[in-house]
């Protein structure tokens, strides 16, 4: 099942395809939206300022949101920020990062040593049918790259896991300490720029957050908005629906497992009217 949002979209001239990992491809942190916002929501209601709950979810819920497939310390600069608005004293974006950190760890240990030890499948923490699409975008010769907000050594070991990372021939990024080194937007304008040139409509992305898609549309490609209601990833999820329409989606999928339809709405030359 595929939506086109856009009609006319087409991604028949692609030549790389820019993947996030999270949502998108891993479900091995399924579930860290449900860590970060109590944990911001619990920061803010601490410095009570008669804000209701609902309205403190709804402040976090935007920043969160609106910096999803950034790297993580953003949003903890974000929540140092709302702190600070409300003339309370944060502690560092990273103090919030790791406090952040050893939660999900909580919620995604057993997940991690099941794979590790072999006890899970890999394909318990995919979105369904990633794999098989994966191939098959390799099979016609796209160049892949896995970009992601989580920790760059995060990223590598659960791409390994997963067994995906050979997709990518070493073209797999995620975040730095030095924030200047690496980011989407960056990513995409060192694709543009390279020698041998990608034009913009030649490059499409698969994406569950607001940055990786904007990122895409803004520079003139094409991207499909990966909006799966997790964890069963069956259908469509209909908030991260609307948002990622919101900030430019031209497609809406759940999942990947309608392999034929994808691949034909997405790759097949349109037909002139
Ligand atoms: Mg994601």
Request: with cysteine; proline share 3%.
């Amino acid at each position: 099942m595929i939506e086109t949002v856009r009609a006319g979209a087409s991604a028949a001239r692609a030549k790389v395809v820019i993947f996030d990992f999270d949502g998108t491809i891993s479900l091995v942190r399924s579930g860290w939206l449900d860590v970060m916002v109590p944990l911001c929501v619990e920061q803010l209601a601490d410095l009570k300022t008669g804000e209701s709950q609902a309205a403190l979810c709804q402040t976090v819920e935007e920043f969160v949101w609106r910096l999803t497939g950034k790297e993580t310390i953003y949003q903890m600069m974000a929540l140092a920020e709302a702190v600070r608005d409300r003339g309370g004293q944060p502690l560092e974006p990273r103090a919030y990062k790791k406090m952040y950190l050893d939660r999900l760890w909580l919620k995604i240990r057993d997940r991690i040593e099941d794979l590790r030890s072999g006890r899970a499948k890999p394909e318990q923490y995919m979105v369904p049918g990633a794999r098989e699409f994966l191939d098959s975008l390799a099979g016609q010769g796209l160049r892949m790259y896995l970009a992601s907000g989580t920790d760059h050594a995060n990223v590598r070991e659960e791409a390994d896991l997963l067994g995906i990372a050979h997709y990518f021939k070493g073209r797999i990024f995620g975040a730095q300490d030095d924030l200047k080194s690496f980011s989407k937007a960056l990513l995409v304008q060192q694709i543009l720029s390279c020698t041998g040139g990608v034009a913009p409509d030649e490059l499409l992305v698969f994406g569950d957050g607001y940055v990786e898609i904007e990122e895409v549309k803004k520079a003139g490609g094409v991207a499909v908005g990966v909006a799966t209601a997790e964890p069963a990833c069956a259908t469509v999820d209909a908030w991260k629906r609307r948002r990622l329409i919101d900030v430019g989606a031209d497609f809406i999928i759940p999942n990947y497992l309608a392999l034929d339809e994808l691949s034909s709405a997405l790759f097949q030359v349109p037909v002139a009217q």
